[in-house]
């Protein structure tokens, strides 16, 4: 059974950064996808970032697009976002997620789930 948990949410300013990081309690294989996704109060879960992990390929939302970037430690079993010139409108809890690749990293459907990690961003 695959353990998520995430760390390095917290409270910055606008255009300010933070960096996330998702340990995985077992890693094996690179067949896998692992993403960020975001929860806004009152909103539907949404996909940030997925990374590919047998070639690293990437996709990210439109909304972060030149502002966050996802990358792996795999000798770590670590999932990172860096998140900069934040804005208030990125406010979230955000999840990490990892499962066998799907269609595509984007679109699948991930059954494991960290706990959630708040980001907090003000004016």
């Known amino acids: 059974q695959l353990k998520l948990v995430e760390s390095g949410g917290g409270s910055v300013q606008a255009g300010g950064s933070l960096r996330l990081a998702c340990e995985a309690s077992s890693y094996s294989g690179s067949s896998y996808c692992m993403g960020w996704f975001r929860q806004a109060a009152g909103k539907e879960r949404e996909a940030v970032a997925t990374?590919?992990?047998?070639?690293?390929?990437?996709t990210y939302a439109d909304s972060v697009k030149g502002r966050f970037t996802i990358s792996k430690d795999i000798a770590k079993n670590t999932l990172y976002l860096q998140m900069n010139s934040l804005k208030v409108e990125d406010t979230a809890m955000y999840y990490c997620?990892?499962?066998?690749?799907?269609?595509?990293?984007?679109?699948?459907?991930?059954?494991?789930w960290g706990q959630g990690t708040q980001v907090t961003v003000s004016s």
């Open positions: 997620a990892a499962d066998v690749i799907g269609p595509t990293c984007w679109s699948m459907f991930y059954n494991y």
């Open positions: 990374i590919y992990v047998g070639d690293d390929s990437t």
